[in-house]
Every structure is written in C-alpha cells, then in structure tokens.
C-alpha cells in the first residue's frame, strides 16, 4: 500500500528533471504528470487520498499552472500566486482535509538525551513541489549546468552547514552525536525526495524568486525577497518553538543566498539536504530533551 504509493510519487520528483529542457519530446517532459496521475489513483484506491482532496488537487494544480501560462494577463498571475501560496501553506502545513499520511517512524528516540521524533509520507506536501517545480520553475538538464551549480554552490554550502551546526550547539539545540539509525536509508529518502524538495521548491522557487522579480526596482529588492522567504520559512518550523525558528530562519537565508547566486533550485535543495543530513548523522536529532 504505502510502498507502491509513494515510490510512484518519487518517481514522479525524481522524472522531473527528465524533462527539464523544453526542447525534450513532449512524452519525458509530462512524464511526472504520468507518474503523479498513478500514485495519485494508488492513494485513492489505498485511502491515503480521500475525494475530498481531490478539490484541494486540483486547485493548486490549477493555481500552478495557471500562473505558468505565458499569454497569462498581469491580474491573472497575481491572483494564481497568491492562491498558490495559500494553498501551498494549506497542504505543507496539514491543514486542508482528505489526505491520511501514513506514519512510519513512530516516536523513535535515535539517542537516550533527544526528543522522540516521528516522520510521515506527506502526498499533500509533495504535491505543492511537484506543481512549483513541474510548471513554475526550470531545472537543470545538462551535467555541465550541474557541474557548474556545484562549483558555485559547494564552498558555500559548506560554510552555511558550520555556522548553522555551530548556531546550534551554543544554543543548546543540539549536541554531538554521531550515530547511524536503522531508519536512515528511509529518512535519507524521504528528506531529499519529499521534504527538502518541496520546501525549497516553494520558499525559495517561488516566493523568493517572485518577490525578487517583482521588486527588481526597489533598492535592495531581491534581499527584501531573501529575508521574506527566509522569516517565511523560520515561521513554517514554529512548532518547534522559538530557538528552531530562529535557527530555520538562518539556515532559510543560506539557501537562499546560495539559490540567489546560482539561480538553480537544485543548489537550494541539495544544501538543505545537506545540513540536514549533517544534522541527522552527526548531532542530537531532531533535538536536545529539554
């Protein structure tokens, strides 16, 4: 049931950069629409999607593509997006009925002194990604693109990953504690597939790269962008309390500086993704008991 569900799902992200160049035959550049059309009749069927979802499906797909549309009208566009990122908060945040996520970590403890952690397959998250980055925002189709994002991105990346985990340690957060979980290859999955991807895909493809072109002729504009994005994300992590806000917000105006020098998604998600893992792997997770 959830097995074959959510790796049509992941077939679905993963064949979206399959066709990432416009240029490809119209079969690969759909092919995650295909994929998504399976795993979309797999939940149903499984109960993962209840009809009811349906509408809240076809709205941000709606939403998506018609913001897309090039012959879009000025009103047009800006009534798609903000229904986008409304909707987009609905589904991230669990709030809009007919999806049972399936749990499958439940309460885990990975060391004696952190919180219990618990992870769940969220369709309605990755769906919000799926739409931004399907109809929203290109991705990279060529190695020399990717090899060229990685240069830039790298070294960056890995000064944002020590500072965050520094930022974390002196405040408490966390604390050193390699480890190596039976759940990994899951949690590994998962974060880079669904969550990482779809986070990025929305604060960072979308609402920073939108409030930076709407406001390219204020002075400062695209940082105005940066740090809205960022406190944006900051406050999706609220149920965290106050310390991982602050630190989400910080880490959010990381990958989007290092999204704003590359202007490749893929550099954003593949930097969250690391810290992340580094976070994972390496220290307290997801926190210090308090």
Request: contains cysteine.
């Amino acid at each position: 049931m959830v097995i074959s569900t959510f790796t049509l799902l992941a077939l679905a992200v993963g064949s979206l950069w399959l066709g990432g160049d416009d240029r490809a035959p119209a079969l690969r550049r759909n092919l995650w629409l295909l994929f998504l059309g399976a795993a979309l009749a797999a939940a149903l069927f499984f109960g993962i999607v209840r009809p009811v979802g349906l509408v809240s499906i076809a709205a941000v797909a709606a939403a998506a593509y018609g913001f897309s549309r090039p012959s879009a009208a000025g009103w047009q566009k800006l009534a798609a997006g903000v229904a986008l990122v409304a909707l987009a908060a609905g589904l991230m945040l669990h709030r809009l009925p007919g999806f049972n996520n399936p749990r499958v970590i439940d309460a885990v403890r990975f060391t004696a002194d952190a919180i219990p952690f618990t992870l769940y397959l969220n369709f309605d998250k990755v769906l919000v990604g799926l739409f931004v980055l399907g109809w929203c925002h290109a991705r990279i189709s060529r190695s020399a693109e990717w090899r060229a994002m990685l240069a830039v991105a790298a070294p960056r990346s890995a000064g944002l990953l020590a500072l965050i985990l520094m930022l974390s340690v002196a405040a408490g957060y966390v604390r050193f504690a390699p480890k190596l979980p039976a759940e990994t290859w899951l949690w590994l999955g998962v974060n880079l597939g669904f969550t990482c991807m779809a986070e990025e895909a929305i604060f960072r493809g979308f609402v920073q790269k939108q409030l930076a072109q709407a406001w390219q002729r204020v002075a400062g504009g695209r940082w105005l962008a940066l740090g809205m994005a960022a406190g944006l994300f900051g406050l999706a992590h609220a149920a965290g309390g106050p310390t991982y806000v602050a630190l989400a917000a910080v880490a959010g105006a990381g990958y989007g500086w290092i999204y704003q020098k590359t202007s490749r998604i893929e550099a954003s998600i593949l930097t969250h993704f690391a810290l992340n893992t580094v976070h994972f792997l390496c220290f307290t997770y997801p926190a210090l008991q308090r």
